[in-house]
């Protein structure tokens, strides 16, 4: 069993909504990630956070706001999204980042309307 | 061009069969490589890391060619088990994923 947890598992949102999605790592990790989905296409890296501090925006709209309150826990925050941004998005972690393996939780489902 | 690049898919083989997964990279930077397992509806994981002398788990082993910038996988004796998606993973400062090849092991 995956020691990330995500919540919701599944999300379905109007395009003027703002939601947001929670990412907990029980494994005394201190990198946190999170990755977009689509498919048919490759994992694409969004946001890195090492040790509560954001190390790597991969040019992410700014639609998708990230906040890392502590090593355990990982936000997105939604707002004003579009149709195409309706993917499987995955939060992961790691211990010290850099090439170490990377535990991914199991995803929420987001489909925008 | 894609940063890591895969075999289209699907591959379906039958229970026992040997199957390769072939990979290629396009940043000569990268330093790590993985192959990475994702089952349907399920988050990615790992599989195993791959060395530059080559790197053997079981029925899985995996290869490195730096010159080439390739990457593969052989899976022997392949079970039903083994039916997935197989991602292959570069790592140039952050991880890159190829789009995945997708495995079907039938009876």
Known sequence: ETGVTQTPRHLVMGMTNKKSLKCEQHLGHNAMYWYKQSAKKPLELMFV?????????NSV????????????????????????????????????????????????????? | RKEVEQDPGP????????????CTYSNSASQSFFWYR??????????????????????????????????????????????ATYLCVAWAGKLIFGQGTELSVKP
């Open chain 2, 38 to 83: 994702q089952d349907c509806r399920k988050e990615p994981k790992l599989l195993m890391s791959v060395y530059s002398s080559g790197n053997e788990d079981g029925r899985f082993t995996a290869q490195l060619n730096r010159a080439s910038q390739y990457i593969s996988l052989l899976i022997r004796d392949s079970k039903l088990s083994d039916s």
């Open chain 1, 49 to 57: 956070y090492s040790l509560e501090e954001r190390v790597e925006n």
């Open chain 1, 61 to 113: 709209p700014s639609r998708f706001s990230p906040e890392c309150p502590n090593s355990s826990h990982l936000f997105l925050h939604l707002h004003t999204l579009q149709p195409e941004d309706s993917a499987l998005y995955l939060c992961a972690s790691s211990q010290d980042g850099g090439d170490n393996e990377q535990f991914f939780g199991p995803g929420t489902r987001l489909t925008v309307l």
């Open chain 2, 11 to 22: 591959f379906n083989v039958p229970e026992g069969a040997t199957v390769a997964f072939n």
